[in-house]
């Protein structure tokens, strides 16, 4: 099996439609979206709640994919703004489909 990959990106949630406009034309199939709330590098303490509402996306590739995936969503999501997001690159050592119980092959990712 391949080495894969695991992209995480944490993105204005206005931007998520784009993102995944972007990432279907370079040919990822598959996105996991969640809704998330966090503060980091922008804060609106004026507001109540000032944790500022987010979208994390998680996608799952072969390694050689990787760099060209988070470029894509760098480019999609990139603004002078603080608060404009982060993207990370891990290692996945195993990767398994529930409903095969059995360890997922390259061609399923």
Known sequence: MAVLKKISAILPTEKLKNVERRLRKIGVGKVTAIQSKGFGEYKSFLRSGWPMPHV???????S???ENIAKTVIVEVHTESAGGGIVAIQPVIQLYRIRSKGEALEGEI
């Open 56 to 62: 994390r996306i998680d996608i799952y590739c072969a």
């Open 64 to 66: 050689e994919g990787a």
